[in-house]
């Protein structure tokens, strides 16, 4: 395994996706432990995107329970119908939040998040095993890129499951 992440230094987001891509392929394919995997990618998320928080929420005890995660601090457990992580659960499909306040039921377990985007993980039999969660400081920040960029890294991980 590389010790250190290559990040090409570029504003352009798809440049960093996919560059990224072929570390997270070679980090977490060798590696059979979930959770190990789960914190790599919210540490190369992190790393390679400067995002205020990364991290996943895992499908547990009828609850979304705090995971591996890069970022300050964050709530341990929200309920299938409260927040962002609650609704992309609850519609099985990814939630792009350009501004967070204007999002009923958002929770902000931080007040510098602006905007968000939710993505479900998937069990092979189609139920939601987690979500990932992404959080900006900045307003818009997310776009179809990082729904189409993340889609693919988190299908790494179904793999694995
Ligand atoms: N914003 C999320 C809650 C989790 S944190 O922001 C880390 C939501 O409304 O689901």
Known sequence: MAEELLVPTTTDRATVYNALFPQIQALIGTE???????ANVAAA???????????????KEGQ??????????ACTRIAFDKGVCGASY???KTLIVPDVEAFPGHIACNSASKSEIVLPVFHRNGTVAMVLDVDS?????????????????????????
């Open 90 to 92: 609850s519609q099985k």
């Open 45 to 59: 998320l992190k790393e390679a995107f400067d995002f205020f928080w990364v991290g996943f929420y895992i499908v």
């Open 137 to 161: 400081d900045q307003l818009d920040d997310f776009s179809e890129v990082d729904a189409l960029e993340l889609g693919k890294v988190l299908r790494l991980i179904e793999r694995k499951l």
């Open 64 to 73: 979304l329970v705090l995971g591996p995660f890069q970022g300050p601090i």
């Open 32 to 38: 059979s432990d979930l959770i190990a995997n789960l």
